[in-house]
């Protein structure tokens, strides 16, 4: 794709109305969220969302999440349930997810749904993206702005260094403030997590009243973040070290020593909101591997393993590198 200039917004009036013109005109912004920085598309618009995956060198078969910011314009594009109302309610505006039935005639791009009859929806809390999703006044198809496979991005310079050239603008509000991505959950017939985040699986289950299943790894794409190899440093990822290896990016959690430490008190928060971050200064070192410390799989610890393993993973081309 051809060069272009990538403008820096400022996250204020001007800048929020200069994102929301080019996004009406086609463009990419990039925007933030409390989960991670999104590339955003009008969502009803083909050729925009076309440019999204080809920006991202994303596959195709990997659908999108859409953003919006009033409940009444979520319920236009998917049939609602019981169950999303009360989701909604406690959990909206935040990070969860959620895959609906899509609503026939629904005005969002095909391309958006990688072909499938379900939609994944979202109401993020952050203040600006909000902004810009009311300036904009419709749906928006928002990926993590980074190029498949790789950091999830938590900061401006994260998206421009590597989407730089590739897309329209960013619009900088700082840091993420959970930094990681959005639980997904679906809700085409039984209540099951498709991705885990920081909203856990029992906290899914206690308001609905009912248990939430899981997915099984060998059951098709239904939601995004969802590729076996995905997040991924260009260094090779060990899990689990318990010992370093010379030469490796040391990764620590809790009382070890380290390059860097996603949490030396322990704690998962800060871990999850460190994770991407740290992943993307030790990829920067240009050291061969990144050594993790192993990270407790209870809590939030459940969501930071889920992308570390896919982190790990083996890079082959459904990774959409």
């Not at 993420?176 to 920081?198: D, H, Q």
């Not at 994770?275 to 990144?290: K, W």
Request: hydrophobic letters at 45%.
């Amino acid at each position: 794709m051809a060069k272009i200039t990538t403008l820096r917004l400022s996250a204020d009036e001007t800048g929020i109305a200069t994102a929301a013109r080019l996004l009406r005109e086609g463009q990419l912004v990039a925007l933030p969220t409390e989960t991670v920085y999104g590339l955003g598309a009008d969502a009803a618009n083909d050729r925009a969302v076309a440019a999204v995956y080809e920006a991202k060198g994303r596959p195709s078969f990997n659908p999108l999440i859409v953003h919006l910011a009033e409940l009444e314009a979520v319920r236009a594009l998917v049939h609602w349930s019981d169950r999303a109302e009360m989701l909604a309610r406690a959990f909206w505006p935040g990070p969860l997810t959620m895959v609906l039935p899509l609503r026939e005639g629904a005005p969002v791009s095909r391309l958006v749904t990688a072909g499938l009859d379900s939609l994944a929806v979202r109401m993020p809390a952050q203040p600006a993206a909000r902004a810009l999703l009311r300036a904009f006044g419709g749906p928006v198809a928002a990926p993590s702005a980074n190029r498949s496979g790789q950091i999830s991005p938590t900061r401006a310079e994260h998206v421009l260094a590597g989407l730089d050239g590739r897309i329209a603008a960013v619009l900088d509000d700082g840091p993420c403030a959970v930094g990681l991505e959005s639980t997904i959950l679906g809700l085409v017939g039984k209540p099951t997590l498709l991705r885990p985040g920081s909203i856990g699986i029992g906290a899914l289950s206690k308001v609905l009243g009912v248990p939430v299943a899981e997915r099984r790894d060998t059951e098709a794409i239904s939601a995004p973040g969802q590729l076996t190899s995905h997040y991924a440093p260009n260094a090779r990822v060990r899990l689990n070290a318990t010992e370093w290896r010379e030469g490796e990016a040391r990764l620590g959690f809790g009382d070890v020593e380290c390059d860097l430490n996603l949490s030396p008190e322990g704690d998962l928060v800060e871990a999850a909101a460190n994770l991407f971050e740290y992943l993307h200064r030790l990829d920067a070192s240009g050291a061969p591997v990144i050594a993790v410390s192993p990270v407790p799989h209870v809590g939030l610890g459940v969501a930071i393993n889920d992308r570390l393993s896919r982190a790990a993973a083996p890079r082959d081309a459904s990774a959409g590198r």
